[in-house]
């Protein structure tokens, strides 16, 4: 099964103090190359499509694919979501391109990474974009600070597959 891993789409902070000491469009990036890197490290290597894989993809066809950054990924952040359950239009249409690009059947999101308290949690969703379903939605849950990041690409890495 080859999957496609978007950007992480949306930052919340919870207090002025996240939200000045997380520099959002660094911290996406960087959240996206270490899930990338730690997946490569565990042997998934060229068989998924990583963040950085689609946004080249989306560049090179501009006139075709919709911004990665930028998904309409909104009526996933809160909430419980159900597997089975539909995805908005907007979300779908926006994913199969994304996805054909790399000829990819799934989308793994990063929907929403949120400050709570002295940690992070990160909303992941599994999308099946020929159906258009939610297929597993989740929250990880890592501590703040300096390995913010490598402890969320390691919490990640760690329901794909084995250390």
């Known amino acids: ?15 002025v103090g996240w939200s000045r000491s997380v520099a959002w469009a660094t911290t996406r990036v960087e959240l996206d190359s270490a899930i990338a890197a730690v997946l490569q490290e565990r042997g998934l290597a060229r068989k998924w499509a990583y963040a950085a894989d ?5 560049k090179r066809n501009p006139t075709y694919a919709s911004d990665p950054y930028a998904l309409g990924v909104t009526r ?47 909303r992941l969703v599994l999308v099946d974009t020929r159906t258009r379903n939610l297929v597993w939605a989740g929250d990880l849950l890592a501590p703040g600070g300096a390995q913010m990041v490598a402890g969320l690409a390691t919490r990640v890495a760690d329901l794909i597959i084995e250390p």
């Not at 891993?5 to 207090?15: G, K, M, N, R, T």
């Open 76 to 122: 996933l952040r809160g909430g419980e979501l159900k597997s089975g359950t539909e995805v908005p239009q907007l979300l779908a249409d926006n994913l199969r391109t994304v996805t054909a690009l790399g000829d990819t059947r799934f989308a793994l999101i990063p929907v929403e990474l949120r400050a709570q308290g002295e940690g992070v949690v990160l």
């Open 1 to 15: 099964m080859r999957v496609a891993i978007v950007p992480a789409q949306l930052w919340h902070a919870d207090s």
């Open 54 to 58: 689609v946004v080249r993809s989306a």
